[in-house]
């Protein structure tokens, strides 16, 4: 019930803002929102929602340790992110794991959310960190989760399955 109020609201709200679409970082897939403006950052890949109230970045990397195993490789990264209250979980198909953090605005005007995903399967890595006003939690939480556990590793190019 509280789902398709959900949805109801976010349809009348113009949900279709938030429809998403495939879109390649360098060699994993994921799906963001359509309508959101996409641009580099100092090598990350920004997603900025058209009201402002929310953006993610999306990064990619390459492991530097030939043949590591996913999970070791995800502890590692875990590690390095300072590793406790992380949920573990697999997003396409390898290991990864998500939190969520509320720090106040740089600018004073109230708390911000970040949802953080993070991921690896033994090549690449990749997290995908999602910031949003508090206030505007109920409108992009689903969002979040949708683009964070939607990631994919795709072949290098030119080099089949």
């Known amino acids: 019930m509280i789902l398709g109020t959900f949805v109801a609201v976010m349809m009348a709200a113009g949900g279709s803002a938030d429809a998403l679409s ?17 641009s580099n950052v100092d090598g990350s890949e920004k997603f900025l929602a058209p009201s402002g109230d929310a953006y993610f970045m999306v990064d990619v990397g390459t492991v530097q340790t030939a043949g590591m195993k996913a999970e070791l490789c995800r502890t590692k990264i875990l590690a390095n992110m300072g590793g406790d209250s992380w949920t573990m ?11 969520t953090d509320t720090d106040a605005a740089p600018d004073g005007s ?17 997290s995908v960190v999602f910031y949003m006003e ?28």
């Open 89 to 99: 979980l697999k997003v396409g198909g390898q290991p990864a794991a998500t939190k």
């Open 110 to 126: 109230g708390n911000v959310d970040t949802v953080t995903y993070v991921g690896c399967n033994g090549k690449t890595t990749w």
């Open 134 to 161: 508090q206030g505007k939690k109920d409108r992009f939480a689903a969002v979040a989760e949708k683009v964070g556990t939607s990631v994919s590793f795709t072949p290098p190019k030119g080099k089949k399955g």
């Open 22 to 38: 495939s879109v390649t970082v360098k060699n994993i897939a994921l799906k963001a929102p359509a309508a959101w403006t996409r």
